[in-house]
């Protein structure tokens, strides 16, 4: 497939988004920018060449990325505000949400575009802002359409270094939801194993030693630990409301399937309570809120 003859929409130019649409560009698609922020819509297509554009200039595009903080954001801008003004998109367009997006909001979104002839696919991103600037992000990639994954993968191989399909539409977000509840479980695990141990006189760095070479061993205590417990930096770069939101999706998702999950519930209302304490910070200044005050 010839990337000039789709034309990119891309919504949402923040952190993420903004590097993300630079790679879609640089892979030689033509980009229409949506932001709500004049200064990141203005900077990236300053960079890329790509055309400022409004919600209805959607229209135009073949495939649509959107990079946006809620799967309520996702519906407003497809839908618009009171969820009764649809863009109007032409027929065969793709719709790829790469937010980090409620699951079920995911399939009731793309259940509404269907009815307009529109097909949707979810992509979120693992990779952070380093990932999204050097176009090596991994992609969990759900959708119920194979000729619309078809279609948008040109797209997202353009910002990414690995692409998991996952099922259906939903189950990347699930996915994504999933695996990040995962990661706050092992960075809160972490954490208080490293201020017992320190309490009890173990030097931190010597346990994070003995956790690297045996069987506590987990992304969090390769690149995390060290510099963001133990030396205190305090700036991953990942926001205490973004890690926050994904362990509170994977626990309504729980609650929906009648599943028993104590652990879950427990980092949720552990990072929950934390969020409300300390707002949008990193979000390893959790354990300075926990075991430093």
């Known amino acids: 497939m010839m990337t000039d003859t789709l034309t990119v929409g891309f919504v949402g130019l923040g952190n993420m988004g903004g590097p993300m649409a630079i790679n879609v560009a640089k892979a030689g698609f033509p980009l229409v920018l949506v932001d709500a922020d004049a200064n990141n819509v ?35 801008v497809l839908f618009g505000n009171d969820g009764e003004d649809p863009v109007r998109f032409k027929s065969g367009a793709v719709v790829v949400d790469m937010s980090s997006s409620d699951p079920k909001d995911t399939v009731l979104t793309g259940e509404r575009l269907v009815e307009l002839g529109v097909e949707m696919v979810d992509a979120p991103v693992s990779g952070g802002i380093q990932g999204a ?37 939903g189950s990347g977000h699930a996915a994504k939801a999933l695996n990040n509840y995962i990661a706050a479980t092992a960075f809160a695990s972490l954490s208080e194993a490293l201020a017992v141990g ?70 949720e209302n552990r990072f929950s309570t934390t969020l409300d304490e300390l707002g949008n910070v990193d979000h390893t200044l959790a354990y300075k809120q926990w075991f430093l005050n």
């Open 42 to 76: 203005n900077s990236v297509a300053q960079t890329t060449g790509g055309v400022v554009g409004t919600r209805e200039d959607l229209a135009n595009c073949d495939v649509v990325v959107m990079m946006l903080p809620t799967s309520k954001i996702v519906a407003t």
């Open 133 to 169: 600037t050097d176009g090596t992000l991994a992609i969990m990639l759900g959708g119920n359409d194979q000729n619309a994954i078809d279609k948008a993968t040109p797209v997202i191989e353009a910002m990414s270094r690995v692409i998991r399909q996952t099922g259906p539409l």
């Open 198 to 267: 320190e309490e009890f006189g173990l030097e931190q760095q010597t346990l994070l030693d003995i956790v690297e070479a045996s069987t506590g061993q987990s992304w969090n205590s390769t690149n995390v630990a060290g510099p963001h417990i133990v030396q205190r930096q305090f700036s991953s770069g990942f926001a205490l409301p973004l890690i926050t939101k994904d362990i509170q999706i994977a626990a309504k998702l729980a609650d929906s399937l009648n599943l028993e999950t104590p652990v879950l519930k427990s980092v």
